[in-house]
Every structure is written in structure tokens, then in C-alpha cells.
């Protein structure tokens, strides 16, 4: 296996690594033959952002007694402590995803908040998105 950092991760990977997969329905399921047979029932669900599978065998008293996942290529490749939370969350901010960074720029609109009795503007900024119509 390759490994990687988290400055290399594919984006749909690194969204799933910050703030978790997006679980759907799986409609294709590839159920394990021994759990299925063993258990009540279970869940089959995908997540709709990477595609990681997620399949929940479901015991006579309704508990999840097996969970197993299939991860697509290159979702576990992260090396040493790239992959804790934080760290994923710093590539947010490298990247500009999903993340609405504080700042304060001189006052240019109406967006303003006091800051410790000085008036300050509040400004979110992300990449590639127009602001103030330019
Ligand atoms: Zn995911």
C-alpha cells in the first residue's frame, strides 16, 4: 500500500475524514453469507460523497453485533498522525473547503460587528465565491 499524507488526500476523502461519511442506502449490497445467516438482519448503506460501504448485521435484541467496512482505493493511506481530526481540518483550511474563515478587513460594508468596542466587519470568505457582486 502507498501511503500518503493529508496535503494528498482526494477531496471527497478528506471531507469524509473531517466531518464523516454521508450514508445512504446501499442497493447493491454484498452482504457476508456467515453474518447474514447469523444475524437478524442487516444494513447495507454507502456513502454518497467517497462511496465507502458500510454494513451493520443486526442481532435478535436489535444491537449491531458486526460492522464491517469496504473503503475505496487510496481512502486509507494517510501516514503517521495525518489522520486525526485536527489535521484534517487544518487541510480544510489550506484548501478553502466547506470552512468560513474569520477575518476583519477595513470597513467596506454594512457587514460590521463591534470587536472589543472597536467596529470591525465580519467577513466569510471562501475561495472562488464573488463577493460584494465582483
Ligand atoms: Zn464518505
Keep these: 500500500m502507498e501511503y500518503m499524507t493529508a496535503r494528498e488526500l482526494e477531496t471527497q476523502y ?23 445467516r447469523t444475524s437478524k438482519g442487516a444494513l447495507a448503506l454507502r456513502c454518497a460523497r467517497c462511496y465507502a460501504e458500510r ?4 442481532g435478535s435484541d436489535l444491537s ?8 475505496p482505493k487510496n481512502y486509507q493511506t494517510i501516514q503517521g498522525d495525518d489522520w486525526r481530526r485536527p489535521a484534517m481540518r487544518f487541510e480544510l ?23 472589543n468596542g472597536k ?16
Excluded: M, Q
Excluded at 467596529?119 to 465582483?134: D, E, H, M, W
Design 64 to 71: 449491531v453485533v458486526a460492522r464491517r467496512y469496504k473503503y
Design 119 to 134: 467596529t470591525a466587519p465580519l467577513v466569510a470568505t471562501r475561495k472562488g465565491r464573488a463577493r460584494n457582486g465582483n
Design 93 to 115: 483550511f489550506r484548501r478553502s473547503l466547506l470552512v468560513h474563515p474569520y477575518t476583519r478587513r477595513a470597513a467596506t460594508s454594512d457587514t460590521k460587528a463591534s470587536v
Design 14 to 36: 478528506l471531507i469524509c475524514r473531517s466531518i464523516g461519511h454521508a450514508w445512504d442506502e446501499l442497493p447493491n449490497a454484498d452482504f457476508s453469507a456467515e453474518l447474514w
Design 55 to 58: 454494513y451493520d448485521y443486526i
